[in-house]
């Protein structure tokens, strides 16, 4: 059975730092794309940034300088490192896994977590 399960959201204030975290497990981890997405309120679902199996990694621009996506495959754990948070990161954040190397699109992400909530109070 394939889980995700994301960890970690919270309440912060604007300029503060959160570390999402999603574990994996019910498939071959080291073999997937892991990514984060989030979707705020009355939005539609956005990529965040991903890393392969390689290492290699991809950002948004929205984020980029901001957050740092990495991947422990011994643990089988995703993290998300989020500084300088601003009002407008406030969403759900969701960890995907997928095998199609360096997409965006949610719909090519074949599994998914249930979320969890990032608040950024002003």
């Known amino acids: 059975q394939v889980e995700l399960v994301e960890s970690g959201g919270g309440l912060v204030q604007v300029g503060g730092s959160l570390r999402l975290s999603c574990a994996a497990s019910?498939?071959?981890?080291?073999?997937?794309?892991m990514a984060w997405f989030r979707q705020a309120s009355g939005k539609e679902r956005e990529f965040v940034g991903a890393?392969?199996?390689?290492?290699?990694?991809f950002s948004a621009d929205s984020v980029k300088g901001r957050f740092t996506i990495s991947r422990d495959n011994a643990a089988k754990t995703v993290y998300l490192q989020m500084s300088s948070l601003e009002p407008e990161d406030t969403a759900v954040y969701y960890c995907?896994?997928?095998?199609?190397?360096?997409?965006?699109?949610?719909?090519?992400?074949?599994?998914w977590g249930q979320g969890t909530q990032v608040t950024v109070s002003a």
């Open positions: 995907a896994a997928g095998v199609v190397f360096g997409t965006r699109a949610p719909g090519q992400y074949k599994y």
């Open positions: 890393v392969w199996g390689s290492g290699t990694t």
């Open positions: 019910g498939f071959t981890f080291s073999a997937y794309g």
